[in-house]
């Protein structure tokens, strides 16, 4: 009898190692899947911050087909050139977002001085 109870426990717990790995590879899955998830909802957000939704009156075909249009200049012969100038104007413009944010003028004064 007491070997049937040990044989008992010793199945219940190599089902709750399973169930727990099962768990854990459910999680990395979860993990990887939220991470995209995220990335895709920034990405939307800078449609949105840059005022593509407003300006094309929420036409998706009119979106894609202007991001297109930077796609195939990035892998033309000026792709690197025009990217660091799309990266700068980028940075200045989140800078600028910040300074606002922080109650600065973009210009450097402080709002209100």
């Known amino acids: 009898m007491a070997s049937g109870i ?3 426990r010793a199945t219940a717990a190599k089902h709750r190692l399973e169930a727990a790995k099962a768990r854990t590879d459910m999680r990395d899955w979860q993990v990887k899947r939220r991470e995209r998830t995220r990335q895709l909802i920034e990405l939307g957000g800078l449609v949105v911050k840059a005022d593509l939704v407003d300006l ?3 036409d998706r075909a009119a979106i894609y087909g202007a991001l297109l249009t930077v796609a195939a200049k990035l892998r033309g ?7 660091a100038l799309w ?3 980028g940075k200045r413009a989140f800078e600028a977002e910040a300074e606002l944010r922080n109650g600065k003028d973009p210009g450097g004064t402080t ?3």
């Open 111 to 113: 709002a209100g001085a």
């Open 6 to 8: 040990a044989i008992v």
């Open 87 to 89: 990266k700068r104007k």
């Open 77 to 83: 012969e000026e792709g690197a050139h025009a990217l």
């Open 56 to 58: 094309t009156d929420d």
